[in-house]
């Protein structure tokens, strides 16, 4: 099937707006984890959801960040209040979870330019 | 906390060489996973190879290995008759054992395949 997709491609937005980003997982994925790609910086943990446990919001930057998981598929990263320093590449990535650790996919990234 | 490091940002190698990735990494757990995943730059993060720390064995993927040495927390990557197409950024990974949990990525290491 399909890999990991992620909606838009890339994002131009003036500072002070908010944004959404959005991943769709792999099909019967139930692991789904958000990171941030800073030039320079690597990547970053930003939220995490497993199955239908409370999201593990620890790498949250900020109170302006907050992320959703519809139906257990579907995900939103909102960031409200764009910030320069919110430019990033933003990668969604989901696993299989079988009670082992197992690979995480990764989509293509949202580039977000806030100007 | 964990901590991955890749001491080389960036390296070369000439078409059909071979060429090692470095990347060291800190953490007080004896079970975890180690990754290094490939990102060319079409941003897509694709997973080269994984690595349980419970086998001795170094895992093969084709024409990359890894030189997993426990005791001194090394994990690098050993690409062999290196292919235009493995220029890219190579990040290297942890993972905790106990279920699926956030990655902690390395800064990364350029590498460019030279014809």
């Known amino acids: 099937g399909a890999g990991v997709s992620q909606s838009p491609s890339n994002k131009v937005t003036e500072k002070g707006k908010d944004v959404e980003l959005r991943c769709d997982p792999i099909s019967g994925h139930t692991a789904l984890y958000w990171y941030r790609q800073s030039l320079g910086q690597g990547l970053e943990f930003l939220i995490y959801f497993q199955g239908n446990s409370a999201p593990d919001k620890s790498g949250l930057p900020s109170d302006r960040f907050s992320a959703e998981r519809t139906g257990g598929s579907v995900s939103t990263l909102t960031i409200q209040r764009t910030q320069q320093e919110d430019s990033a590449v933003y990668l969604c990535?989901?696993?299989?979870?079988?009670?082992?650790?197992?690979?995480?996919?990764f989509g293509p990234g949202t580039r977000l330019t806030v100007l | 906390a964990q901590t991955v490091t890749q001491s080389q940002p960036e390296m070369s190698v000439q078409e059909a060489e071979t060429v090692t990735l470095s990347c060291t990494y800190d953490?007080?757990?004896?079970?975890?996973?180690l990754f290094w995943y490939k990102q060319p730059p079409s941003r897509q993060m694709i997973l080269v190879i994984r690595?349980?720390?419970?086998?001795?064995q170094n895992a093969t993927e084709n024409r990359f290995s890894v030189n997993f040495q426990k005791a001194a927390k090394s994990f690098s990557l050993k690409i062999s008759d290196s292919q235009l197409g493995d220029t890219a950024m190579y990040f290297c990974a942890f993972m905790k054992s106990g279920g699926n949990t956030p990655l902690v990525f390395g800064k990364g290491t350029r590498l460019s395949v030279i014809a």
């Open positions: 990535a989901s696993s299989l979870q079988l009670g082992l650790p197992d690979t995480q996919y």
């Open positions: 690595q349980e720390a419970y086998k001795q």
């Open positions: 953490t007080s757990e004896n079970n975890y996973y």
